[in-house]
């Protein structure tokens, strides 16, 4: 498995000890596999085997081997490796904190770049947060440790098997069941992915097909609390969405070639859809139902909560929840509403960045990724993002035609379990031009609560009744409703028929 991200971490940590740099920075949370990784390059990168020697705050300075060792704090620790007499790899554990506050540390790492050069001593911080001083940055070379990809966490479920066994429980080890399995922990740490099998192996004792709800919920609750990026389970198909009948043809196109895209050429496998209008028009709806259309899962990204400052500057929150994507892949991003930070306190340079940043990130993501923005306000977007190329299109979602409302009108009466061809609609189309599919549904709500108030079943009156109750979207905000659909006018494809 030459190029899983596992191998490609060892390679660029093997090429930095071959190359003899002496000082690294490897941002990662997982100090497990990080010590797995230098105990294989202590092994292999010399002519003998060389000790490695790790160093925290709290148990000072220990071998690898559980020999030797002692309470040092983080002089002297650095002291212990310029005076070491030998060849050594050393491990420093969350070392940014002594760099942060103490000058004499970050000289004294100066220092060590001069005492280990070319004397085969390699001194490696580890840390999950970045923090390199100006004073060190071009002395130490820094890596960023990818989370497990697809392979590797179906070599560390076989790898798990024995203590699954061990424990009283049993892993189906079919290779399709595998991948399956690794499929639903993409995005996962190793030591994540060991506590999402005993979660799922505590409800039922077999890890198999059958746990993989069990491992998504896992994976939910650990994405969600980043606050940055948010699981949602695939529960709206396609089926679900009235209308938009062109778009959803498109999709349907666009499946076939995502899922050939490890076998067809990169520029044409498909990358994203921008879908703008007029808010309760079906944008959301539209992006949930992709997710299912492609049978991936669905991440969405709130903007508003990537420009409140809650996560740090909007610049760095952005760049790491695309990161933090690119770790999940295959699956659909859904950016919401994108346009939303133009209209926060954001430094203009910084809005520029962070769009920058997207649209170089939309290039360069990786196959895997099919991205769905929604955007109420468009017009307020960069023009250098909707230009062709970047998204392979740009939908318009409009008030709903005549025939879409009905459509409507019977898809919220379905998943309400009440069939909608049992009731004349035709009539309410002339009672409902310029809803939006928002303003439908609410009726249907409407109708079906008198009903239940009066202990029967849902009769056309109630739904005719009801729409005496809405004042459409198109009506109170009529001015706004149509400068977005002047602007869309020549400038989007529309997601639905002209009206005939």
């Known amino acids: 498995m030459a190029d899983t991200t596992e191998s490609r971490a060892l390679r660029t940590l093997v090429d930095i000890v071959e190359s003899g740099r002496p000082l690294a920075y490897i941002r990662s949370a997982e100090e497990q596999r990080v010590t797995t990784l230098l105990r294989e390059i202590a092994g292999r990168c010399f002519s003998s085997a060389v000790p ?55 000289r004294r790492l100066r220092d060590l770049y001069e005492l280990c050069f070319d004397r085969g001593k390699f001194l490696m911080i580890c840390s999950p947060v970045k923090f390199i001083p100006e004073e060190i940055e071009r002395a130490i ?42 499929r639903a922990l993409q995005g996962l740490t190793f030591d994540e992915t060991r506590h999402a099998i005993r979660r799922a192996l505590g409800s039922r004792a077999v890890l198999d097909q059958e746990s993989v709800p069990a491992l998504l919920e896992e994976k939910r ?60 028009c079906g944008k959301s709806l539209s992006i949930k139902a992709i997710a299912s259309c492609f049978e991936l899962p669905l991440y969405r990204i709130d903007m508003v909560a990537i420009f409140s400052g809650r996560h740090g500057t909007p610049e760095g929150a952005f760049a790491q929840a695309c990161y933090m994507l690119e770790s ?28 920058g940043f997207f649209l170089t990130w939309m290039q360069e993501k990786a196959r895997g990724l099919f991205v769905g923005a929604t955007a109420n306000r468009i017009d307020l977007l960069p023009a250098e993002m909707i230009r062709k190329g970047r998204f392979d299109e740009v939908f318009f979602v409009d008030l709903p035609l005549d025939d879409e409302r009905l459509d409507i009108f019977r898809v919220h009466l379905r998943r309400r379990g009440i069939d909608g061809e049992g009731f004349d609609l035709e009539p309410l189309t002339s009672f409902t031009k310029g809803w939006t599919g928002a303003e439908i549904e609410q009726c249907v709500v409407s109708a079906l609560t008198t009903a239940r108030l009066q202990e029967r079943a849902l009769q056309y009156e109630d739904l005719f009744n009801a729409t005496a109750n809405v004042v459409p979207l198109s009506k109170t905000m009529k001015e706004q409703v149509d400068h977005i659909r002047k602007w869309a006018f020549h400038r989007a494809v529309r997601a639905s028929p002209r009206e005939r």
């Not at 148990?59 to 002692?70: V, Y």
């Not at 949602?232 to 499946?255: C, Y």
């Not at 050429?265 to 921008?274: D, H, M, Q, R």
């Not at 892949?329 to 962070?354: C, H, M, S, Y």
């Open 52 to 106: 490695l020697w790790t160093w925290s705050l709290t148990e000072g300075m220990r071998r690898d081997d559980g020999t030797g060792g002692e309470l040092l704090g983080p002089r002297a620790a650095l002291d212990f490796v310029a005076t070491y007499d030998g060849r050594a790899l050393f491990l420093f554990k969350d070392f940014h904190e002594p760099m942060r506050e103490a000058p004499d540390i970050r």
């Open 141 to 182: 070379v820094y890596v960023e440790l990818a989370v497990p990809d697809l392979d590797e966490l179906v070599g560390f479920l076989r790898r798990e098997a024995t203590v699954i066994t061990a424990s009283g429980g049993r892993l189906d080890a079919d290779e399709a069941t595998l991948f399956q399995l690794g």
């Open 221 to 280: 609750m650990l994405v969600n609390r980043t606050g940055l990026i948010e699981y949602l389970p695939a529960e709206t198909s396609i089926e679900h969405v009235g209308g938009l009948q062109l778009m959803k043809k498109w999709l349907m196109e666009r499946r076939k070639l995502f899922q050939m895209r490890d076998r067809i050429s990169a520029e044409i496998v498909p990358k994203g859809v921008l879908v703008m209008g007029i808010s309760g």
């Open 328 to 355: 999940m892949a295959p699956a659909v991003v859904w950016f919401d509403e994108i346009e939303a930070g133009i209209n926060t306190q954001a430094k203009e340079g910084e809005l520029g960045r962070i769009f």
